[in-house]
């Protein structure tokens, strides 16, 4: 079903479906409300942040057995994070919690701690994982500047700026060609069900479904992705943000005239392979016009040679305490609970007979 003809459109289409979904304003209308988001978003300082990922389905064909047990494990199994944010020092503390049910259940909680230079990963005490009892507790490091030397390249902090003006671009091509009446729409606050505690002031929905496909992929590649490539080809600041060279974007262009040339064809593929396909996305906005919740489910099945199967997935991510005073739980650790990335591996390496110091 997904040929490599179609694959770049596809998945230029989940990055403008992200792109609208990244941030809403208030009362105005719902593309108002998206298009006023791209100023206000570029004013968040700090933030606590906290949400929810779940497979609500998951049957895909899959003979094998090491299949049957991965589904199995998957299915409504769920995970959740949560964290604060600051932007100048640049710091994140996340707290990952993995509960995967089925025979071979787990349930993981792994704080993490990112600055510009470094990452730490906090060993959780695992027992089913076999890592050794003076390890749990401990930080593994990944010294980004060792790794960019290792590779031959040198590491630079995000930039801020240059992000947030790709944004706006990004957000001004995608207002210009999407039909606000196809996809979005308002919804009263009391009908939404949104937590008090966020003070959500309005309420937009996103919505997608198997009838808009063809249009929605049309309008992405024909329109918005091409606009998107020639952007990136006119800006130095904004390749060097990802990392693109120009050679990269030439193939890009490519690969868009191949996938325009044999559009119909290829939608034709993906529409006949496609058995369901459904993304309703509900955002709510306070009285600052920030986007404080995202409740996104995500259906989607198919019957071809390469996939048969359904999948349904639900997304929930909240924002409080905006540009407030942010409370750090972990900061960062001190240098004796640090063991180098390399050295960890080394360990578990010398315990699970695959890894070693050298590796």
């Known amino acids: ?23 809403c304003s208030s009362s105005k209308g719902p593309k108002d409300a998206l298009e006023g988001s791209i100023s206000k978003m570029s004013g968040l300082n700090s933030y606590a942040f906290s ?10 064909a899959d003979d094998t057995e090491q299949g049957a047990i991965a589904m199995n494990v998957l299915k409504n199994s769920e995970i959740s994070w949560t964290g604060v944010y600051q932007k100048d020092p640049a710091m ?15 349930n993981l909680s792994i704080p993490m701690i990112v600055t510009e230079k470094k990452i730490w ?72 069900a949104l ?14 479904e198997k009838s808009q496909l063809e249009s929605f992929i049309t309008t992405v590649v024909e329109k918005i992705a091409p606009e998107v490539v020639e952007l990136l080809s006119k800006n130095a600041d904004y390749r060097e943000l990802f990392g693109l060279t120009e050679e ?23 529409k006949n392979g496609l058995t369901k396909f459904d993304i309703l996305a509900v955002i709510g906005i306070d009285k600052n016009e920030y ?15 390469e996939f048969t199967g ?24 001190a240098s004796a609970d640090i063991i180098p990335f390399e050295e960890m591996f080394g360990d578990l390496g010398g315990l699970m007979g695959g890894f070693s110091s050298d590796y």
């Open 1 to 23: 079903m997904f040929k490599s003809k179609v694959g770049l459109s596809v998945l230029v289409l989940i990055l403008a479906i992200s792109v609208v979904l990244s941030g």
């Open 121 to 192: 990963v906090k060993i959780p005490n695992a027992a089913m994982l076999g890592i050794p009892e003076e390890l749990v507790g401990k930080y593994i490091e990944l010294d980004l500047e060792d790794l960019a030397a290792q590779s031959g390249q040198s590491i630079k902090g995000v930039d801020v700026t240059n992000s947030q003006k790709f944004s706006q671009d990004i957000m001004a091509i995608v207002f210009k060609h999407i039909d606000q009446n196809a996809y979005l729409s308002s919804v009263k606050t009391k009908d939404a």
């Open 248 to 270: 990269q974007i030439d193939e890009a262009k490519d690969s868009l005239a191949t996938a325009k040339s044999d559009l119909s064809n290829n939608i034709a593929d993906l």
């Open 51 to 60: 949400g929810n990922f779940k497979l609500d389905e998951l049957d895909i």
């Open 310 to 333: 359904s999948i349904a997935m639900k997304v929930i991510t909240q924002l409080t305490k905006v540009n407030e005073k942010v409370t750090f739980e972990y900061g960062e650790p």
């Open 195 to 208: 937590p008090e505690a966020l003070g959500v002031k309005q309420v937009v929905q996103f919505h997608i």
């Open 291 to 305: 986007p404080v919740y995202t409740d996104a489910t995500v259906k989607f099945g198919g019957e071809s040679e």
């Open 92 to 106: 994140t503390e996340l707290t990952l919690k993995l509960d995967l049910k089925g025979d071979f259940s787990i």
